[in-house]
């Protein structure tokens, strides 16, 4: 479990000294082009924050993640990459009006909650994703969740436009959650904490030849 705290940690790190670096720059050139480097930052983190962690967080692929039992009520396929694009749009503008709000700061209170909100769903995903680990991936769902909240109450305390635009993102991760919940279930309710992988029995090694006189 500590690998995992861990790794969000220092993701979490990472990408607010690549905020600074991105807020010196934006000192130096004119305002509608540092209005455009960090809305694509901000899209860029939406889409692909795990570039930052540590962990693989790669996202699932098409021919292994329906492989387990899923509630009847599970959207269909085609619907998640509608969604989660969406959201990144979603995450994109809210936090550039929030870049707004702030003075053009980058390093805000809000920024930096959205910014551990990926962390948290970056290493989610490496637990969801590639580890497989369903119990240990229902137990992070809480962390997950939380953030996600914490962002859209955050946002909207800034600005109530930015909240309201978050605001749909806070209830699909709700839906995730029941989603996880009920594979959990459905799948023989594996441990909540990580389990080692079983190793290998060891190779017996041949008995070497005498030598011949």
């Known amino acids: 479990l500590s690998n995992y705290f861990l790794a969000t940690i220092v993701q979490v790190g990472f990408i607010c000294v690549f905020m600074i670096g991105i807020e010196r720059v934006g ?5 509608e082009a ?3 480097l960090v809305g694509g930052f901000f899209a860029f983190m939406s889409l692909r924050s795990r570039v930052f962690s540590s962990l693989d967080a790669s996202r699932p692929r098409p021919e292994g993640e329906w492989e387990v039992k899923r509630p009847s009520w599970t959207p269909p396929r085609m619907a998640f990459p509608v969604i989660w694009s969406s959201i990144a749009v979603l995450r994109t503008v809210s936090s550039v009006l929030i870049w707004e709000a702030g003075g053009r700061q980058m390093l805000t209170a809000p920024l930096i909650a959205m910014v551990t909100h990926l962390s ?3 290493t989610w995903n490496c637990i969801t994703n590639v580890e497989k680990r369903r119990g240990t991936s229902l137990a992070g769902m809480p962390f997950v969740w939380g953030s996600v909240v914490t962002v859209v109450v955050i946002y909207y305390l800034t600005l109530p436009l930015a909240g309201l635009v978050l605001a749909p993102s806070a209830l699909w991760i709700s839906i995730a959650s029941a989603l996880i919940f009920s594979i959990w279930k459905l799948n023989g309710e594996e441990s909540l904490l990580p389990l080692k992988l079983p190793e ?5 090694q041949e008995p070497k030849e005498e030598a011949k006189a």
């Open 200 to 204: 290998l029995p060891e190779k017996p």
């Open 27 to 31: 000192f130096l050139i004119r305002p």
């Open 34 to 36: 540092y209005q455009i």
């Open 120 to 122: 948290i769903g970056d």
